[in-house]
């Protein structure tokens, strides 16, 4: 079980969760610091480490639309926490999957920041309200690489095997 | 059962008789594209061959181009840092389609593709860019993915497990009345499907408006499909293809088309009549808040924004220069013009476009990404308005979280420069 920390809009882009203007700024280790840079008391609290790990971000629909910015995956891995959203856009989703964040699509998800939840293989449970909410499953095409535990180890053993 | 074109690439490009809508493909990788952000793709790759005892080299460096446009010259030690790292990683690895910060062969990604006739029609192009998807102008099926996918392209040479897309069919007709053009289809179309409506789907255009389209039109409208969500845009290859290539990217070889069979399957068919479209604009701060221009004229603007891999061609800049030709910027309005890329900018200089700009007031700058994405010269003031031609309006985009941003086409944002207001071109 874990807390919601924040619960967002609809069509959160990589815009509001890694600015453009850090793109040049690049390695997972330094990434974390400009998490959701403009929202500046969420950017404060995440560099406090307010917040234990696998706390939740709630998103609505089309999470992560626009840029293919892969830092806007690794700043919020790194701060180890999870999303659940109603809608995931796809090049963000392929991001997390490849980089190993955590991310939950669930098409009905009510929230707010506070709740705990409990994310089971098929539901998510809303502990603050008594609701269950059921979530769909990541793409099957992205099993291998999340059984490989990213698209960096997953890759590597194609490579291998092909010799 | 037919395929649409999308279907024939990945068929094609897989080894496969067919595919179907859902298939998990291995795609043979033709084109792979990145940016500055090639110095992130480096870093993952040389983590893929780690503890391997295998020779990190990429598997085709002919099939690698690497443009740098996004802050261009360097804006920052960390960016030039980055820009060294790269050019050393491009001698190493013999990579040829390198485009460096030169006033020659420079330009952005998006522009530089095409016009060196590194894309051709029936194409797997992947390209660590969201706007990517502005290359299936060409016929080929282009798409963004992120970096670390981008190394497991340049490790294996294949895109892995993409699952094959649904097909939306965009089927436009008519003739643009004046002032209005590719621009204001693209953004009206994202209204109607709003920005997440093309998630994981494609957009083929068909239908006679976008056969007359020229190539630099066709790649605005594709450029902006993702803003709908599409994992790619496609306009099937025809005659105007083969012309773009011939004539204006020097191909000499033979440029076959794949085109869509007759009964290939659709999950959606949009039909557009383009005869009476007015002037659309997207208002902040999502891409899908569009409104047709009357709606909002009059808005007081502190920036014009010509320019972009989305408006920064040589037509538009002809269209923009025409309007603004022996008038003046407004006083209290600044304009910001940047071609899309260095052959873009000598030919306008060449017409005399630059001159007009300048004589304006309008200030000209290099060919980039700079200032859509807000990350190089041209950010905004707080609470200030800019009219932009560029593609997305998200909040802080233009570098400014108080700022707002109006997305438009190229005449209309040369209409308003005048007046220091958002100006319908039909009237000015």
């Given at each position: 079980m874990a807390k919601v920390i924040i619960k967002l809009e609809n069509d959160i882009s990589t815009d509001d969760i890694y600015p453009g203007r850090f793109m040049a700024t690049v390695l997972p280790s330094e990434?974390?610091?400009?998490?959701?840079?403009?929202r500046t008391e969420f950017n404060a609290q995440l560099k406090a480490k307010a917040f234990p790990a696998g706390s939740i971000i709630v998103g609505g629909e089309n999470f992560g639309c626009g840029s293919s910015r892969e830092q806007a995956c690794s700043t919020l891995k790194g701060h180890e926490v999870a999303v659940v959203a109603r809608s995931i856009s796809r090049i963000f989703l392929q991001n997390a999957i490849n980089l190993g964040l955590q991310v939950v699509l669930c098409p009905g998800i009510e929230a707010s920041e506070g709740d705990d939840l409990e994310i089971t293989a098929t539901q998510v449970l809303n502990r603050a309200t008594g609701q269950a909410y059921d979530l769909v499953q990541l793409p099957a095409a992205r099993k291998g690489i999340m059984d490989a535990g990213g698209l960096i180890p997953y890759t590597r053993a194609r490579l291998m095997a092909k010799g | 059962m037919g395929m649409t074109v999308v279907e024939k690439i990945l068929a094609r490009a897989a080894g496969l008789p067919a595919v179907k809508v859902g298939d998990v493909v291995e795609p043979q990788v033709d084109l792979a594209m990145s940016h500055e952000n090639a110095a992130l793709v480096i870093n993952q790759f040389q983590e893929v061959f780690?503890?391997?005892?295998?020779?990190?080299?990429?598997?085709?460096?002919?099939r690698i181009a690497i443009i740098f446009d996004h802050r261009v010259p360097a804006e920052s030690p960390k960016t030039a840092t980055n820009h060294k790292k790269i050019r050393g990683f491009v001698a190493a690895n013999g990579i040829t389609k390198f485009h460096d910060v030169?006033?020659?062969?420079?330009?952005i990604c998006h522009q530089i593709l095409p016009e060196y006739g590194y894309v051709r029609p029936g194409f797997v192009v992947v390209g660590t860019d969201s706007h990517t998807t502005s290359h299936g102008a060409l016929g080929a099926f282009s798409f963004g993915i992120g970096a670390t996918e981008m190394a497991s392209a340049w490790s294996l040479g294949i895109a892995v497990n993409i699952e094959v897309p649904a097909t939306i069919k965009v089927v436009v007709e008519g003739d643009f009345p004046p002032m209005v053009g590719p621009k204001d289809l693209i953004l009206h179309l994202i209204g109607k499907l709003t920005a997440q409506g093309a998630n994981y789907k494609v957009l083929e255009f068909h239908g006679g408006t976008i056969r007359r389209m020229s190539t630099s039109g066709r790649i605005a409208i594709c450029n902006m499909s993702v803003e709908a969500g599409a994992t790619s845009g496609i306009v099937p290859g025809d005659e105007e293809t083969v012309r773009y290539l011939r004539e204006e990217a020097g191909v000499t070889d033979a440029v076959p088309c794949v085109t869509p069979d007759a009964d290939a399957t659709y999950v959606q068919t949009v039909e557009i009549d383009v005869s009476h479209l007015e002037p659309q604009i997207a208002c902040p701060h999502m891409v899908d808040n569009v409104k047709p221009i009357g709606q909002v004229l009059?808005?007081?603007?502190?920036q014009i924004v010509i320019g972009s891999c989305t408006n920064g061609r040589l037509d538009d800049l002809a269209d923009a220069a025409a309007i603004l030709r022996g008038k003046k910027v407004a006083q209290g309005t600044r304009m910001l013009v940047f071609p899309a890329s260095s052959k873009i900018f000598a030919k306008a200089l060449d017409l005399g476009y630059i001159h007009d700009f300048m004589k304006a007031g309008a200030v000209v700058m290099n060919s980039g990404c700079g200032p859509c994405l807000g990350v190089h010269e041209g950010a905004l003031g707080d609470h200030e308005v800019a009219l932009s031609t560029t593609n997305r309006n998200f909040k802080g985009r233009m570098g400014n979280p108080t700022g707002e941003v109006y997305l438009c086409s190229p005449v209309v944002a040369a209409a308003s420069a005048i007046t220091g207001v958002i100006t319908d071109p039909r009237k000015g």
């Open positions: 990434t974390p610091q400009f998490a959701f840079f403009d | 780690q503890g391997t005892g295998i020779e990190p080299k990429v598997w085709d460096p002919s030169r006033g020659d062969v420079g330009g009059g808005t007081k603007v502190q």
